[in-house]
């Protein structure tokens, strides 16, 4: 029988993350087991937000009873926020945080993240963006000066791969055999820079001073 196999995927999702302030203390602890869990620290920033800014952020929240207590304790001290890549990055982000309710998550879930180093339902110890659309949002929120360009994948990906990326490679590697240099990575890395045909180029104009009257 001949087994059907998933084609190979170039995916890649963001989604935001955030250590609150009561366990910022543990924070190279938590982004250890982040990177160990598969995923890319894309963009990292520590900052205190005021209490209208934790308002602006957890605004579909407003008018919950909690809400007030929410605001107050996002914005009693610094905070770690990061934006984090890998495949279906915002469902595996959640599934490692657990459920929001940390007293649950130490019965349920009790590897989870929240589980660890959570208190309770308000004090959870770390944040995760519910969807992708909300992941956008809130990280642009986060890091406004963050452009967020839309990611090739699966055909995308391929056809980007094969019309900038392997062209150059191809030539570079062909250069490295007739070379034959003693260090080939350091070699091909120098030949990728050198003849990155996306690198910029400077048009030198002559400007001509004006006579003075």
Not at 26 to 55: A, H, M, N, T, Y
Not at 77 to 85: D, E, K
Not at 100 to 105: D, G, H, L, Y
């Amino acid at each position: 029988m001949q087994m059907l196999m998933p084609e190979p995927q170039i995916a890649v999702e963001r989604t935001l993350a955030l250590i609150k302030p009561d366990v910022i203390a543990k924070e190279e602890e938590i982004e250890d087991i982040i990177l160990r869990s598969g995923f890319l620290i894309v963009q990292k920033r520590k900052l205190q937000l005021s209490p209208e800014q934790c308002s602006n952020f957890y605004a579909d929240q407003y008018g919950k009873m909690f809400f007030p207590n929410l605001t107050a304790y996002m914005s009693s001290g610094p905070l770690v926020a990061m934006v984090l890549a890998r495949h279906c990055a915002v469902s595996y982000w959640k599934e490692l945080l657990g459920p929001s309710n940390s007293i649950k998550a130490r019965k349920t879930h009790p590897d989870s993240l929240r589980a660890i180093y959570g208190t309770d339902d308000l004090r959870n110890a770390l944040h995760g963006s519910h969807n992708f659309s909300s992941a956008e949002r809130e990280i642009r929120f986060m890091f406004p000066e963050v452009i967020l360009e839309p990611i090739p994948a699966r055909q995308g990906a391929v056809d980007y791969l094969n019309l900038y990326v392997n062209p150059t490679l191809l030539a570079g590697l062909t250069a490295l055999c007739k070379e034959k240099p003693a260090d080939p990575m350091t070699w091909l890395a120098e030949w990728l820079i050198e003849h990155n045909p996306n690198k910029p180029r400077l048009q030198h104009q002559t400007i001509e001073a004006e006579p003075r009257g």
